[in-house]
């Protein structure tokens, strides 16, 4: 298959106009200029070529319930949500997770990071979207060993259900919820399952300062100075939010190779702090981008995330300059998940999203167009693995009509009316 | 012409589902819940229907350059703009705010309350557009006499403009920037004008920390105690900013009954600081949104200034519900504007915007779903008086790919090979 971009944004090698892509068995085979008769005959043309976005941090079953808890602290919205997932079927979890795939594929977003409990509906669900997904049962055994047990088993049925299936663009991960959920025990059995079985690990790390102060009180020392101490750390662990990180903290991470998630939205509306993004990437530490749920943003849209944290570094007085915020969305992911990924180049995989002009991108000034001025409504085309799974408004893979109705069906007869009798 | 909408979000009287709407001469004529079989067979059938936004603060032409000043505080971004300016023709004028308009039309925006220079340009494109425009030549004397003659003289050859020519969806405003560029005898002029010929005026307010101190050390009073202390304000200016207000200030403004544009994102992106909006709506302050440059922003998206302005409010621990921002979108601007637009009820111009669900509206919690997870990519058509001026992703009274590439060709032929020359 052949592509020909007017203009190719590249996380890390530039801008590159007027090249051809040369795509086979869904990998990127070549890029060039020089292009023949036949080649350009045949070439789907594109305006704009970015590769997908990645969303590194959600929880995607919980789109089902969006609009539903607004406006509290994360202290007061957890037990509020946490109500509503008690009476969350596995169905649900499977149409919640699909309606957010839907959303995502609109959105560029070709590769999702996810922790959650009915994690193989959630399986079954990005499976059948097309988009990349690396899950993890979420884990939490609050120092109990009788817990702590049941966890780790749901974790091993959990990676036997995607080893057994044919999940061919999943990868499962493990999941500890959080330091100040999980014990020390539990954490070092991760550390472990994941050296032995060659697993990333997804977390949560530092979102609000009270989780800080839990841990400092608990251990004596802030959640990344413990991880540090325990051997946690090696460069495999996704840790999402680290919103509440001393200097130190940012050294460790930094020295270990540890990748953070920024939410932006997510941080902003659960009133939990501005995570020190500029000092994070002075220091080098590996930065990826995520929305968190819908429910704490109420969004899946990366742009979003890109402009909302720009600006908020902005009315400190900080600059992120927007090729970082592109490569938080790409590059940086795919070097975090180990994959080749989040690059236009060649012997990546051709997980690709087309964009077109419209009047927000004129004029057009590369990076700084697509991270400040770009919204979904200029994205006109979503390929994973050189699959075209989203075309002029049309989902070419799945049927989004019907999960929609479905999702919204779900919704009134169950979580909602169960709400309006509480309320 | 026959509307059925499954939902009208209306800004005060609540959410209508199922309802039909009658529009006659652009007017709302009637709007219903009984239908009979030819209204619903000749009805154009829309899934959400809402008032057209307001862009209540914008400076159109910048669109021209958007991109090229990045990453300064006000008063460092303000100097090279101007340097910019100086080098834009009458014809650059017109390109950049028709630039502008198609994408407020392709987002939503059907009014647009603009201040720049060459404004019969701005009013030749707004016209053309189909769009509503208040529009203001924007003064500054500097305490200059001969200056402010000057500036009198350009704002009566704009009345004049304006009122010689067929401009039907267009008034004229007066535009003195702001107290601290202004002197009181030109602010006293403005609102002699203001009285004796029934306009509205449009000024800058209080945006930094900086003018407010340099107008505190002038006149000895801070810029709205000033206003009030000269006798300016009567409920008939529109104030844009409002970031640095005191107490003291707010209840002016809300015993005046003048109004205040909120513009989140340019305040962020400037450094300039977070205007006192929840105090704002506490206090009764009739309070508008806009979007002000791209320059600035980098966009003409209110739905983005919607979400932007929530989530720091709640990154504060403040809550703005979000009803008050689609207020501040639509029906506070209708009544600033002394016209009935802004709101769905009989007597209203028939401006009106169309959303399709989208997985992101999903499950749809009307206001909620709205302000916190709408973006363009829902707009399917819109309309002002009336007439369909965009539906489908097609514009149907300008040529707006014409336009795109004469913008971009001004932009590279003028403003970004100067700007080039001077790197």
Excluded at 322 to 336: C, D, I, L, V, W
Aim: aromatic letters at 6%; charged letters at 30%.
């Amino acid at each position: 298959m052949y592509l020909i971009a007017e203009h190719i944004l590249t996380p890390k090698r530039g801008i590159l106009n007027n090249y051809l892509l040369v795509i086979e068995n869904g990998t990127i085979k070549q890029i060039r200029r020089r292009k023949s008769v036949e080649e350009k005959r045949e070439a789907k043309e594109v305006q704009i070529l970015i590769p997908g976005l990645v969303n590194s941090h959600t929880h995607l079953p919980m789109s089902l319930f969006r609009g539903t808890v607004e406006d509290f602290p994360l202290s007061e919205w957890l037990p509020k949500v946490w109500d509503i997932e008690k009476r969350l079927s596995r169905k649900d979890c499977y149409y919640g997770a699909l309606l957010s795939l839907v959303e995502c594929t609109r959105n560029g977003i070709t590769t999702v990071c996810d922790m959650y409990f009915h994690e193989e509906e959630v399986a079954k669900a990005v499976q059948e979207s097309g988009l990349r997904g690396f899950l993890s049962y979420g884990m939490i055994d609050l120092g109990m060993e009788d817990l702590r047990e049941k966890e780790l088993e749901e974790t091993m049925k959990f990676l036997d259900y995607i080893s057994g299936e044919k999940f061919d663009r999943i990868k499962a991960t493990l999941g500890p919820h959080s330091p100040y959920t999980c014990s020390k025990e539990l954490l070092l059995e991760v550390k472990r399952i994941s050296k032995e079985k060659n697993l990333k690990i997804q977390m949560h790390i530092s979102e609000t300062e009270e989780e800080v102060m839990e841990v400092k009180e608990r251990e004596g020392l802030r959640p990344v100075e413990y991880l540090e101490k325990i051997g946690f750390l090696s460069g495999e662990e996704i840790l999402s939010h680290g919103v509440h990180l001393s200097e130190r903290e940012i050294s460790i991470l930094s020295m270990r190779g540890s990748s953070v998630v920024h939410n932006p939205i997510s941080n902003l509306k659960l009133s939990s702090g501005v995570a020190p993004i500029s000092e994070m990437v002075e220091r080098g530490v590996n930065l990826l981008l995520g929305t968190d749920s819908a429910v704490s943003n109420n969004s899946l849209d990366m742009f979003q995330e890109m402009k909302v944290s720009s600006l908020v570094m902005r009315s400190m007085g900080k600059t992120v300059p927007p090729e970082r915020y592109f490569q938080m969305a790409t590059s940086n992911a795919g070097k975090a998940l180990g994959i080749k990924i989040g690059e236009v180049e060649v012997g990546y995989r051709a997980d690709l999203v087309f964009l077109e002009k419209g009047p927000n991108l004129v004029p057009f000034e590369g990076y700084i167009s697509l991270v400040y001025s770009a919204n979904p409504s200029n994205i006109v085309g979503v390929m994973v693995d050189g699959e075209i799974l989203f075309q002029e408004g049309e989902y070419l893979r799945i049927d989004a009509e019907r999960i929609l109705r479905k999702a919204e069906r779900r919704y009134h007869d169950g979580i909602r009316s169960e709400e309006d009798k509480m309320g």
